[in-house]
């Protein structure tokens, strides 16, 4: 069964830091350009980072570039998100989501498999 699986969302304060993970079961990370993706509420969801197969190419939206980092160990077949220097507009469900291609994309529809999200909240 294919699954994903997030972690590490939590309530930061401005300016403070998490690292989010995406642990992956039935199938194999690194066959897959994974992304990161997030919904605040009223919103839609958007693109943050991801990571390709093949190369390790990586993206990353205007609002989170240097801030955020995402990589992935093969090994332990799980994605991460490290987040820093966190703000209020930041809060929201994160998503990591796997497509089967090699090559990355910031659009929702070209991802196959999706996880259940977890609720990350910058707030003083």
């Known amino acids: 069964q294919v699954q994903l699986v997030e972690s590490g969302g939590g309530l930061v304060q401005p300016g403070g830091s998490l690292r989010l993970s995406c642990a992956a079961s039935?199938?194999?990370?690194?066959?897959?350009?994974i992304g990161w993706f997030r919904q605040a509420p009223g919103q839609e969801r958007e693109g943050v980072s991801c990571?390709?197969?093949?190369?390790?190419?990586?993206y990353y939206a205007d609002s989170v570039q240097g801030r955020f980092t995402i990589s992935r160990d093969n090994a332990k077949n799980t994605v991460y998100l490290q987040m820093h220097s966190l703000k209020p507009e930041d809060t929201a469900v994160y998503y990591c989501?796997?497509?089967?291609?090699?090559?990355?994309?910031?659009?929702?529809?070209?991802?196959?498999?999706w996880g259940q999200g977890t609720q990350v909240t910058v707030s003083s």
């Open positions: 039935g199938f194999t990370l690194d066959d897959y350009a």
């Open positions: 989501a796997a497509r089967s291609s090699s090559v990355t994309s910031g659009s929702p529809g070209d991802y196959d498999y």
């Open positions: 990571i390709g197969s093949s190369d390790d190419s990586t």
